[in-house]
């Protein structure tokens, strides 16, 4: 099969759709941003999938999910494809975020630009250090963690990013959720339970430094 | 096919196994450590699927890369196959870490639990900062960037975590190489460009934050 662009015949439902295949949408979306940032004005699913490491045939299954976006003898327009995989990922408009949390590991992320590159504008960040709130870091108000409900709904805040310690997370996560954020992306190292209607994330960031050692420990020419 | 304990058989090569199999390893180790801390000694591969949403079949399939571990009519015992888990990912024995960079990023990554959890001991972090060079960071010394050759081949460092700006990210990568470093985990929003023998791990925390929007935009009771 081509990237041939067709009218997209019948695309699964997006909640049916692997979270594997959402998580690689990502990583072609990145890889476009890097062609258009170095001039390019098409693509096609072998040249994605070479910088990957996936194939093109994987490429092609992966975004025949949500359509079909190539043309012949073409391939995919770098510019229209990111426009539909930000579409797809819900990325197509700011999402205004809430940061709880303004310890090191908060101010690092407000100070991280790669949310707002993707459509992530982080305009509040709570905490109940009196020393902080009030305060402006990397240009983010920092309000008092009493206030959250308030600022919330006054920002139509759906997302929330948690950076607090473990041991409070599970409280913040449910006065976020009783605030009405729908989507929660948890750094604490614990697992959340919340609502089935709440969505979260956890990262894990051992997890990146474990695969590192499992390539360092197995690289091909050790074996 | 139920979890029997036989022979480990004909385990592939380390090098060959999919990369998205080894993080699914990451996570049925969190999730034996999280049993192990309930209480429990054993359980199967249908309670490690259900809770991490993987079908029994899965997590059969994805052990069956690395040998056989369970046992007939028992399962799989936590804490062998926790140990079994650490031998493949590596991390059976401590990494000491470099952390380059003590801006916002690598003091929060300095005070992150979970690396230390998981067998990572950040044990030098570098700045070019003459400010923070000789101050202790959560207890770890920050050495000027000048002194990374030394230190590294000192202190036997294998793996490193770049946490500067994107600007001077590559440009430290090198140094990191040509002081012997073999693995570099990169939170830099940048794209390293390393020799073959070196091993990067790349950490763009916007994926994590376009997972959920996904999951937002799509909740099943939407669709």
Redesign the interface.
Known sequence: MSDAKEKPADPA???S?P??V??R???Y??ELQ?LVRDGHETTSSTQLGKVLGFTDAQVRKDLAYFGQFGYPGIGYRCDELIREIRR????HRA?P?AMVGA???G?????????E????RVVAAFDIDAGKVGQHIEGVPVYNFDRLAEVVREQAI??A?VAVP?AAAQAVAEKLVAAGV????NFA?V?LSLPE?V???G???????????????????K?
Not at 88 to 91: D, H, Q
Not at 107 to 115: H, N, T
Not at 182 to 185: A, N, R, S
């Open positions: 439902p997006e909640s759709v979270k594997a959402v998580s949408l990502s990583l979306l990145r890097h797809i990922l819900g990325t999402w975020v310890g090191n590991l101010r690092a992320l407000l100070g991280y630009k790669g949310f590159q993707q459509g992530f759906q997302l990013i473990a729908e989507g929660v992306l190292p697992t209607h969505q979260t994330v990262v894990d960031l051992a997890i990146e430094l474990e695969q590192l050692s499992f390539a360092v420990v197995n690289r091909p020419e074996v």
